[in-house]
Structure formats: structure tokens, C-alpha cells
């Protein structure tokens, strides 16, 4: 059941031009706080309080504040209590020409909002500045004194009072009080002699420390003090103390700021680098070593799932992966398997166990396939279970087949849900002791597929550059354009060294004899090993474009006009145009004379 809290979040996304749909139990919105082109906010009831969840991370403060909302307006109970808030104080933060930025506005019961100076509630981009700006880059500039005090109410209580502020001294504040300093403000204090005034509590203190560590690069000196009486600098002045009877608590900050800090970590030094003896790599396939977490992409149909069930066998019996490649030893795998059926994958195995002579005792202890279970990473509960379960089988291999299903991610080029995706939820299960090894499946992009030339592999992964660089390893894998039965495989990246070449590995049935001539129920098998160049012809899909190279191939060394092309082959100038932008042994040549003809030749 919606709450009033859901009704006025949903509201303030609608006002803001976020409109929210209606997604399972919840809604999904473009998310306020970022520049979302996909909807990447959840919002659902959680009783008595709206959930906002924004999976490219921004946090709840900025959701609501981009909203012109504050974290009270999540809870139900607030509805009332925010229909009858009354404002008591707006406070107007201005840029160095005094040009107002926007307000910080005070209501009682006790809450504080932010607006900009038309009113309007979302702040989202505006520049955040020092409270009396103007003021305090004055004083700053003529050595003067500027007192950092927790809140716009302290601030004004001492620029107001005729005997305090004389124009030597002023008093400023950051929006959002304790816990909200930036770095970027202590540049406006430079030259200053600085005076935080710490509010005698645990979140002001801690707040002193962060102002004091920030502002001593850049102050001509600074210090802390407290209010002799009562919590803050008006409490200080309205029992009537003066500015000397404030209590230096400098020593006391630093200490405090230094005892809180970690402690610095180990390094290694040159000796131990020089001198240790460290393992040789343990390479399970060619640019995959234990430790790795490594994608495998490729296209529908190029039998990616095959490939993960055939390795994944032979490191849980011990046997040569492929048939070609030794292991040392057995490995327990698992295998999360969420795009086919159970039934299918469970013939898949069967087929292969007959094809590779694995009997049941061979991986009775090593071998376990996790279907279709409806794991999804961005459900915490989930992925505990999947760390509870690689850590309950002691698995030192696990293939996640595949990330469109299992990730969440609903745009596989959103660049920072990509990163999230490894670093929030599979670079965690490195944690499991016993893990040695982590395969990603993925599909390609298929709208790449359509275009002329694919000398470039990687172009072919969704996302590319962002999987690339959150793996250690990447493989392709491909048809072969010419025999059904072989893929390409080939290393997009490697850790470290160089990339191994490309190899062939064929697919064999009960209708194609293995190359002893023996019948193979089922098998993948390496084949050989291949030039790049040699990959890259293997799968190159034949296109319009190679029609027109071909057609100028076979009548080299003839030129044409792009008519006599088109009526030649049926094809369109476009095609012409870009078969010459990929294929460089095109040339075109314009006669002398006649600067109106244009000439194709190879």
C-alpha cells in the first residue's frame, strides 16, 4: 500500500520532469541527483518510509536534496508535520560579486531545506559557497580574522551584534551544518587567522577536525575554541561572554583528529620485492592465471555455454581443457547457469561427461551446477547466498552464465554500472578463501555486427573499454563464417605479457568422426592455432561493402564510375562510399580536366 512519503516523492519526480513507471512493486525513474539517460532509481514503500535506491550510486542525501526535499520527507509520519511547518528564517548564500546562489531555510518544528532565490527547491548544480562570501574574501584579503561557526544562525547572531563585528572579523558557516565542509571552501579563507568554532558535542568536534585539517594549507593560522557556556557561539554570547572567554581546544582537535586516524599500511620494501621468493603464475588457459576474474563474450549461437561446460568439466576431472591445454591438479567448480533450462544444461553435461570419458566418481566431489535459481547481484540477500554457497562447496572456479541475465544492469554501456557490477558484487567473492578463478559470460553487441568491418574485436563487447578494464582476462568467442562446426577464439586482454594467438576449437556430434576417427557423442576440441589476421578473415561476415572490393577485384585493373558499380551489383552510393572508408585498397581518382568525374578503382 502507498504511503503519503511514496506519494511525495513520486510528486517531486513528476514536478522535476523525472516521471516515475510502475516497475514490479515499486517504480523506476531517471534518477535526479545524476545525469541519468537510463532510469536508474528505484522507489517503493517500505512501510511507514519511501525507499530510494539509486543503483548508480548516488547516495539518499543528494537524491532528496536534488529534489528539493529533506531525508524527513521519507518517513509517512512527516506528512503532517510538513503540512504545518512554518518558516522561520531563509539565510541567502551569494557569489564574490554578491549575486545570490541560494538559501538555506530554517522552519520550525526544526528543519532546514534549500531552494534557490526564486524558490524553486531543486539546487541541483548550483555552485555551493561560503556563507557572507563577499565579507569573508575582505577580510581575508586584508589579514583579518573570520570565525567558522556550525550554522548560518551562529554566523548572523555575531555579524549583527555592532560591539563583535568591527570589519576586522567576520563569521561564516557551510550549507547542511556539521559534517558538510568541502575542501573547496579554504581557498576563501586564505591569508585569514582562523577561528573554528567547534559546537560542544561529538559531530562539532568531529566537524572542527575536518575544518581545521582543510584550511591549514591555505589560513595565516588557525585554531579551535568552544563555548565557555552552553553548546554553541550564541549560547557563548547570550550568557555574556566575550570573544576571549571562548576555550582553546586546538591541542585537544589535534589529538583527537590524529588518534581517529587508521593506521598507515604495511609497505613492501626493495629487499623483500628483490629477494622473496615468489610462486611462478599457475595458468589454467592461455592468459588466464588462478586468482583472474575473466569475461567470455560472444554472439548468440557461438556456444559460449558449451565452451564454460567443457572447461568447467575438465578442471573438475583433472583432464586437459579442450584436449590440448594440462592442468596440475582437479578444481571444484561451480557452475551459476541462468540462460538455459535445467533440463537443457543437464543434457549438456551428460553428453560431454559421455564425449571426455568422465565417469561419475571423476567429479563426484568437484563438480555442481546451480539452475536457474533467479540469482541477481543487485539483490544483497542473492549474492550472499552465492558467496555462502562458493564458500560452503570450497569452489576454486565458478563460471556466471551469463551477466545479461545476472547483473541487473539494464544498459550494458552505462559505463558506471558496469564498474559497479564488478566491483560491488563480483570483486566481493574474491573474499571466499577458497576461490581461485571467476568467469564472467556475455553477449556481443549486436547492432556492431552489422557494420562493415570488424578488425576490431573489442568493439564487439557491449561497453567495451568498461568490461576490458574491471577483467583481468577477456576471450571472444566466434563462428567460423565458412566451417559450422569451428569457433574462434581469441584474447581481447591479458594481465600481463603478451596475448596468445588466436586458436580454432571444433564442435564434434554423433554425425562428424573426431580426428582419430572415432565417433564423439559431444566434444569441443582444439584445433589450431591462428595468425590475428588469420582470426579476423575467419570471422568476417561477407556484406554489401565486400561485394563492391569483389566486383572491383575481379576486374582490376578496369575504373568505374559509381553508376557503372551500382547498376553492376545493385547496390547504393552509400555502399560504394563506405566500402571505400574501410577497404584502403579502394582508390578514387579525379582525370585532370574534368574535376566532375570521379573514377573507382582497387
Known amino acids: 500500500m502507498s504511503g503519503p512519503a511514496l506519494s511525495r516523492v513520486l510528486s517531486a519526480l513528476s514536478a522535476h520532469g523525472h516521471e516515475a513507471r510502475k516497475n514490479g512493486s515499486g517504480f523506476m525513474a531517471r534518477c535526479p541527483a545524476h545525469d541519468d539517460s537510463t532510469p536508474s532509481l528505484s522507489v517503493s514503500n517500505g512501510g511507514g518510509k519511501c525507499l530510494v535506491c539509486c543503483h548508480a550510486g548516488c547516495s539518499t542525501a543528494d537524491i532528496v536534496a536534488a529534489l528539493g526535499l529533506s531525508e524527513r520527507d521519507l518517513f ?31 522552519y520550525a518544528p526544526k528543519d532546514f531545506r534549500q531552494r534557490q532565490p526564486d524558490g524553486t527547491p531543486n539546487v541541483k548544480g548550483v555552485r555551493k559557497v561560503l556563507y557572507n562570501l563577499p565579507a569573508v574574501l ?87 575554541v568552544e563555548a565557555a557556556q552552553g553548546k554553541d557561539l550564541s549560547d557563548h554570547l547570550d550568557a555574556g561572554l566575550g570573544l576571549g572567554q571562548l576555550v582553546n581546544t586546538t591541542d585537544a582537535t589535534e589529538k583527537g583528529a590524529a588518534a581517529s586516524e587508521p593506521e598507515p599500511y604495511p609497505t613492501l620494501t626493495i629487499d623483500w620485492i628483490l629477494d622473496a621468493d615468489i610462486p611462478a603464475p599457475t595458468y589454467l588457459l592461455p592468459g588466464i592465471e588462478e586468482g583472474d576474474t575473466f569475461g567470455l563474450f560472444g554472439p548468440t549461437g557461438s556456444s559460449k555455454t558449451l565452451w564454460t561446460l ?70 544483497p540477500t542473492a549474492l550472499d547466498r552465492l558467496r555462502r554457497t562458493l564458500d560452503h562447496l570450497k569452489a576454486e572456479v565458478t563460471f556466471i552464465d551469463s551477466i545479461n541475465q545476472t547483473s541487473g544492469i539494464k544498459a550494458l554501456k552505462d559505463a558506471e554500472a558496469v564498474r559497479e557490477y564488478y566491483r560491488d558484487r563480483i570483486d566481493p567473492l574474491r573474499a571466499v578463501p577458497s576461490l581461485r578463478l571467476i568467469c564472467t559470460v556475455g553477449h556481443t553487441n549486436k547492432s556492431v555486427w552489422n557494420r562493415v568491418q570488424l578488425t576490431d574485436p573489442e568493439a564487439l563487447v557491449f561497453g567495451s573499454q568498461d568490461f576490458l578494464a574491471a577483467t583481468d582476462a577477456s576471450l571472444l568467442i566466434r563462428k567460423h563464417q565458412k566451417e559450422p562446426n569451428v569457433r574462434v577464439v581469441e584474447c581481447l586482454k591479458v594481465r600481463d605479457g603478451e596475448k596468445p594467438n588466436p586458436v580454432e576449437i571444433e564442435i564434434f556430434n554423433d554425425r562428424i568422426a573426431s580426428p582419430d576417427k572415432t565417433t564423439c557423442p559431444f566434444a569441443l576440441l582444439y584445433r589450431r592455432d591462428l595468425q590475428p589476421d588469420e582470426a579476423s578473415e575467419a570471422v568476417r561476415r561477407a ?33 560504394i562510399n563506405r566500402a571505400a572508408r574501410n577497404y584502403p585498397e579502394i582508390k578514387t581518382i579525379t582525370p585532370a580536366g574534368k574535376p566532375g568525374l570521379l573514377w573507382w578503382e582497387l
Open 76 to 106: 509517512d509520519e512527516s506528512s503532517a508535520q510538513s503540512a504545518h511547518m512554518i518558516e522561520v528564517a531563509s539565510y541567502t548564500y551569494r557569489d564574490e560579486s554578491n549575486v545570490p546562489l541560494f538559501q538555506v531555510v530554517r
Open 138 to 224: 575582505a577580510v581575508a584579503a586584508d589579514g583579518g580574522t573570520v570565525l567558522v561557526v556550525e550554522g548560518e544562525k551562529d554566523a548572523d547572531r555575531f555579524n549583527h551584534d555592532a560591539d563583535l563585528a568591527d570589519g576586522s572579523i567576520v563569521a561564516t558557516c557551510n550549507a547542511g551544518g556539521a559534517g558538510k565542509w568541502r575542501d573547496d571552501y579554504s581557498p576563501s579563507l586564505k591569508g585569514a587567522h582562523v577561528v573554528v568554532v567547534a559546537d560542544r558535542d561529538e559531530p562539532g568536534r568531529k566537524h572542527a577536525a575536518d575544518v581545521l585539517r582543510s584550511v591549514r594549507p591555505y589560513a595565516a593560522s588557525v585554531r579551535v
Open 310 to 379: 567443457a572447461v568447467g568439466l575438465a578442471l573438475a576431472a583433472g583432464r586437459p581443457i579442450l584436449g590440448k591445454y594440462e592442468i596440475s591438479r582437479r578444481y571444484r567448480v561451480l557452475m551459476l547457469s541462468e540462460e538455459d533450462s535445467t533440463a537443457r544444461t543437464m543434457r549438456r553435461v551428460r553428453r560431454l561427461c559421455a564425449c571426455m570419458g568422465i565417469d561419475r566418481q571423476d567429479i563426484q566431489d568437484t563438480f555442481h551446477v546451480l539452475s536457474k535459481s533467479g540469482f541477481l547481484a543487485t539483490n
Open 543 to 575: 556484406t554489401k561493402e565486400d561485394a563492391v572490393v569483389d566486383f572491383l577485384r575481379g576486374r582490376a585493373p578496369a575504373r568505374f564510375t559509381r553508376k557503372q558499380i551500382t547498376e553492376a551489383i545493385s547496390v547504393s552510393e552509400d555502399t
